[in-house]
């Protein structure tokens, strides 16, 4: 029967002895692996790899792989105090009410732009904060009035809100407000006001006598409808466009006959009701509305060219202006 070598190993100071199948080797420190034969397994695992999972500062590993076809793919993740703004639910905007006229007292309205016998004014609903402090018509910059104008050929060119005087010299054109005194939105006027100032349109169409008036906003039109049929309008009487003739504004009095600048009976001013250029009125995409303005700008060329309107120059509407406001 061949021998076998013990290893002696002390255990709570106490000699014991075991068969070489009861040792364990490895190749630890805590072991001299030189003074013990290995198994063929011992043997084998000093050359095993061990996977070390050591990321350097700069996102590389400190210990590189002896297998050069088989990398390990280190993922780095930066934390970040800053949450996604798609997470972020949306301010809801809070929704204006009536504001009492004194709120906005220190705001001078707008002068309106009208002179006799023009093509056409618009009526917009009211002067917003900014565009009271500017002192120009349509003044926010989210307001899309001018933008518009241009596209539909009714100018041609993009004017400056500070270019808002130039509209009659330049274009045969105009404007005004149903209500003249600003505030922040149409919710902070009242009902009252909007109907007084439908009966101010009507006074302002007889004496100027524009061919049309284009209304900028279906709320406008709305609340004139109110206060001439005392009711509100449906939803099958509301349409975009011309409007039937029943509807002319700035018609004479009942019993009345007014002539206009060619000695015709004066029926009143046509309506053409077209969408509101404010920037919170997304409703419709900006191609709907200039598809619904295009119309209008195609009909005042035509009228300027049968006219045969020449514009005036720029310095002597100034002058006019400065000695009307003196």
């Known amino acids: ?12 100071g106490q000699p014991s002895h075991a068969s070489a199948h009861e040792v364990h080797l490895s190749d630890s420190a805590e072991t001299p692996t030189a003074s013990l034969p290995m198994s063929f397994k011992g043997q084998l695992a000093k050359y095993q790899f061990t996977e070390i999972d ?18 390990t793919r280190t993922t780095v993740k930066i934390a970040t105090d800053r949450k996604s703004t798609e997470s972020r639910p949306k301010k809801k ?10 709120k906005y007292a220190h705001l001078s309205p707008l002068v309106d732009i009208l002179e006799p016998n023009l093509i056409c004014v618009f009526v917009g609903t009211n002067p917003g904060v900014q565009t009271a402090i500017a002192g120009h018509a349509y003044a926010h910059p989210s307001n899309h009035f ?19 005087r130039s509209l009659p010299a330049l274009y045969c054109m105009g404007n005004t407000n149903i209500v ?13 006001e909007t109907a007084a100032g439908t009966a101010n349109l009507d006074a302002k169409f007889l004496k100027y006598k524009p061919e049309a008036v284009c209304i900028v906003g279906k709320g406008i039109w709305e609340a004139i409808w109110r206060y001439r049929y005392n009711k509100n309008m449906a939803k099958a009487e509301f349409k975009y466009g011309w409007q039937d003739e029943k509807h002319n504004m700035g018609k004479s009095k009942q019993g009345e006959q007014g002539m206009d600048e060619d000695g015709n009976i004066w029926k009143g001013s046509r309506v053409f009701v077209t969408t509101s250029t404010s920037g919170l009125a997304a409703s419709l995409k900006p191609a709907e509305k200039e598809a619904i303005w295009k119309p209008f700008g195609e009909w005042v060329q035509k009228r300027r060219a049968e006219r045969g309107f020449v514009p005036r120059p720029i310095e002597a509407e100034d002058a006019t202006q400065e000695w009307e406001e003196s």
């Open 1 to 12: 029967m061949p021998r076998t070598r013990s290893t002696k190993s002390e255990v709570a």
């Open 146 to 164: 001018w933008k518009l104008l241009h596209s539909s050929g009714l100018t041609d060119r993009r004017l400056k809100p500070e270019e808002d």
């Open 180 to 192: 003249d005194r600003p505030s922040k939105d149409a919710a902070e006027l009242s009902k009252e």
């Open 54 to 71: 050591t990321v350097s500062r700069n996102g590389t590993s400190d210990v590189e792989s002896p297998r050069a076809t088989k990398r």
């Open 93 to 102: 905007r809070k929704p204006s009410k009536f504001a009492e006229p004194s």
